[in-house]
């Protein structure tokens, strides 16, 4: 079924809208000179989040409509209501409204609780509605539910005025982050994306990795990975860049599910890996309260170590099936893809260099598009005329809507959880189920982290379990970076694991295959990401927490175990051939996984000791390999 296209009043409403939320942003971050031009009309920060939330949030009722007698009544009362909190912020500030409020801001709360929950379902869909719907009414019904859930209850009116009124539900930290560092990145994106960044990318894969074997999925491993990062959205991802990669790997002999699963598991990894993350790397730095250089270099290792088990999967499946590369004649030139598109290159180093070097995460992804825009317009190709540039804010201003609303709706969780003192009662109550056993408490994590990231985007499930789980497992003494690495990767499994696997079904439209069969083959593809977030958070080596020869050598044993388990998964060891032995490849492999994960010998030795674990797995390895060259007959 075709998009149906916007008309233009509506394009051109949400393009202006969405710039004009760029400008009071950039104003906000003084990139106007040094002095913000709209002062005099926003003087406190409550007004700059009802303000920006105004001038995205009610127009969701138009991007994703229903019926226009409804849809745009809906739209002017949020106005007119977030019109009525601008105006009265300074005095709701200075008499306390979140908590005491007059009887007309506590109708007009009730309103927008309604109509952003209405917004949130348009937007993110049922499952998220329903959660964010659930836990808003929280404090109302809390004196009524069993222990976990029985908090400090409040009356509707109370929560009403919370959510709205206050900066720690619907404006609490997750809506802060958007505001002040978020939304810059979500631009970055989306103009790489309209401008041909996605093309250049893919090509510049191609001419480097085109010609190995299995080429083309290890050309979808790094566009598709790179995009990811940018764009955030796994589902989003794999229909725009799966729809070039899916059919070449598909062309080099590659089975259909296979190519799903590649395209799947890589847009997936993507929001793992630094500098950018999908944004969520400026969420997590704003929860702890660190610099987001600290995240991004913490992220850094264990976002590496996937992507290198994808090459080496794809590498042992390639040279097991005879999975060639592409023809010469396919293969783009590298020469002429830099030629063509070397200014995307050089925005992206300036985004880096002002990352990474200078430091300067709220004001670097601005200033990125902005050389990328204007050294955009020397290419024939790619040059935005007018149209071009209202499609521009149009697909800007429509992401940010979206993303907005979620993280309003995501807010609603969080406030309740505050308001009710539930979020430290439900760490409590996590930590009496799991005793004294870290391990315990660990898988435990994992699972909720995994169930929960069923139902919300990655922001949204992310920001849920940083509130509830995140704060039990640290107790732990556990550091908190890991952990909230920990719970973001389990979070971001349910795009690839059945039975859910919304990565891999989307791919497995593009590749024809049996999303099934689409989703087993991304979850094997992929599973060693269901490893490093318990090698990271058992040893903080391996995300920079310490001297540096501990990070090289727990990243070393880990590249040696991962490359095991992918000779173990795929029967095939670079160098030595097939493995056709079941029972080579499980010592192979679960030798791999000790070297890999030496903690694991909190089974096998007490006290711990990395040493016990490695000589375990090195002596299942060396059991695998003299199995194989005097039994190289048993059938897989």
Same mark, same amino acid.
């Given at each position: ?22 400008? %009071? ?34 127009? $969701? ?85 069993? @222990?976990?859930?029985? @908090? ?66 290890? +050309? ?14 796994? =589902? ?177 969780? =969080? @406030? ?34 995994? +169930?929960?990231?069923? @139902?919300?985007? $990655? ?18 003494? %556990? ?64 995300? %920079? ?16 175990? +991962? ?26 492999? %679960? ?19 990395? +040493? ?25």
């Amino acid at each position: 079924m075709e998009k149906a296209v916007p008309h233009p009043f509506m394009r051109g409403l949400v393009a202006a809208l969405a710039t004009l939320a760029l400008i %009071l942003a950039m104003d906000t971050l003084r990139l106007f000179g040094g002095e913000q031009w709209l002062s005099g009309l926003i003087g406190i920060e409550t007004q700059y989040f009802y303000a920006l939330l105004a001038l995205l949030a009610p127009w $969701v009722f138009i991007t994703f409509p229903s019926k226009p007698w409804i849809d745009w009544p809906l739209a002017a009362t949020f106005v007119a209501i977030l019109l009525g909190f601008f105006v009265t912020a300074e005095q709701a500030l200075d008499e306390a409204w979140e908590f005491s409020a007059p009887d007309y801001a506590v109708y007009a709360s009730l309103a927008m609780w309604l109509m952003l929950l209405e917004a949130l379902r348009r937007a993110a869909g049922w499952p998220l509605c329903l959660i964010a719907g659930a836990f808003s009414v929280l404090p109302v019904v809390t004196e009524f539910m069993p @222990g976990p859930l029985n @908090g400090l209850p409040s009356s509707w009116a109370e929560t009403a005025s919370y959510h709205l009124l206050s900066i720690e539900s619907v404006f609490g930290l997750p809506f802060r982050a958007f505001a002040d560092l978020v939304i810059g990145f979500v631009v970055f994106g989306v103009v790489l994306q309209f401008t041909g960044g996605g093309q250049f990318f893919l090509n510049l894969a191609f001419a480097i990795l085109g010609r190995q074997r299995g080429g083309p999925a290890k +050309v979808a491993i790094v566009s598709s990975g790179l995009m990811g990062s940018m764009s955030g959205s796994v =589902v989003t991802n794999v229909l725009t860049t799966g729809q070039l990669t899916i059919p070449a790997m598909r062309k080099s002999g590659m089975a259909g599910e296979v190519a799903g699963g590649v395209e799947a598991c890589a847009s997936t990894g993507g929001v793992l890996l630094p500098p950018i993350m999908g944004s969520t790397a400026f969420v997590m730095a704003t929860l702890l309260d660190i610099a987001y250089i600290d995240v991004a270099a913490a992220a850094a290792l264990p976002a590496f170590l996937y992507f290198a088990s994808l090459y080496l999967q794809i590498d042992a499946y390639a040279g097991r099936e005879n999975v060639v590369g592409l023809a010469e004649e396919d293969i783009p030139s590298l020469a002429k893809t830099i030629a063509e598109g070397w200014f995307y290159l050089g925005a992206f180093a300036l985004l880096i260099f002002l990352l990474i070097f200078l430091q300067q995460e709220s004001i670097a992804p601005y200033y990125a598009t902005a050389a990328l825009l204007v050294l955009n317009q020397f290419s024939p190709k790619h040059r935005l005329d007018l149209s071009g540039a209202v499609d521009l804010m149009y697909g800007v201003g429509k992401l940010l809507i979206e993303l907005v609303v979620v993280l309003a709706g995501v807010g609603l969780i =969080v @406030g309740s959880l505050s308001l009710t003192g539930l979020s430290g009662t439900l760490v409590n109550d996590l930590l009496s189920l799991a005793g004294e056993d870290i391990g315990l408490l660990l898988i435990m994590g994992a699972i909720t982290s995994f +169930v929960l990231g069923i @139902g919300m985007t $990655v922001t949204a499930a992310y920001i849920f379990l940083a509130v509830v789980l995140a704060p039990a497992l640290v107790s732990q003494d %556990l550091n908190p970076l890991s952990v909230h690495l920990f719970i973001l990767y389990w979070a971001m499994l349910s795009y690839i694991t059945p039975p859910v696997a919304l990565g891999a079904y989307a791919a497995a439209s593009i590749a024809e295959a049996n999303p099934l069969k689409t989703g087993f083959a991304a979850m094997r593809l992929g599973s060693v990401i269901y490893i490093i977030p318990f090698i990271f958070v058992l040893d903080v080596a391996f995300i %920079l927490q310490g001297p540096w020869y501990a990070s090289a050598q727990v990243f070393a044993e880990a590249i040696l175990g +991962v490359w095991l388990i992918c000779a173990g998964l795929q029967g095939y060891l670079a160098g030595l051939g097939r493995l056709d032995s079941r029972l080579v490849r499980l010592l192979i492999g %679960l030798g791999g996984l000790i070297i890999a994960l030496p903690q694991l010998n909190w089974v096998l030795a007490q006290p711990p000791s990395n +040493v016990a674990g490695l000589v375990v797995g090195v002596v299942m390895v060396a059991a695998g390999l003299l199995l194989r060259r005097f039994a190289p007959s048993t059938a897989a």
